[in-house]
């Protein structure tokens, strides 16, 4: 399953943020230049959506941003962890397997992938 997502940096602010992060993503959203902190923000988004497809998951599952915490290896390799309605989703119909995800984002755009395998 693949899911894919791309967000209008110009789309996000701090409200959003403080909507959709765990203390760990505010965080690590915080530490960066304020040049591209909309940037990360926009990423983050886009791989809790992007993440939320790969599982088949939409609005009516229950399923929410909370659910998907996005956290960084110290090379900087990203990769998500899974909770509630979508770490059961995972559980249930892709036993065994594992998310990997992509992000990447320039001025205006963010775009993120998750790849089940």
Do not use: C
């Amino acid at each position: 399953m693949i899911g894919i997502d791309i967000v209008e940096v110009e789309r996000v602010d701090d409200k959003l943020l403080k909507k959709i992060a765990h203390p760990s993503e505010i965080n690590y959203v915080e530490k960066a230049a304020a040049s591209n902190r909309k940037q990360k923000i926009a990423a983050l988004w886009a791989v809790k959506e992007a993440v939320m497809k790969a599982l088949g998951l939409g609005k009516e599952s229950g399923v929410s941003f909370l659910d998907i915490t996005l956290l960084h290896e110290t090379s900087g390799r990203p990769y998500v962890e899974l909770s509630g309605v979508a770490k059961q989703e995972m559980q249930i119909n892709h036993y065994g397997k594992k998310i990997e995800v992509s992000i990447s984002h320039e001025k205006d755009y963010a775009v993120a992938i998750a790849i089940i395998q």
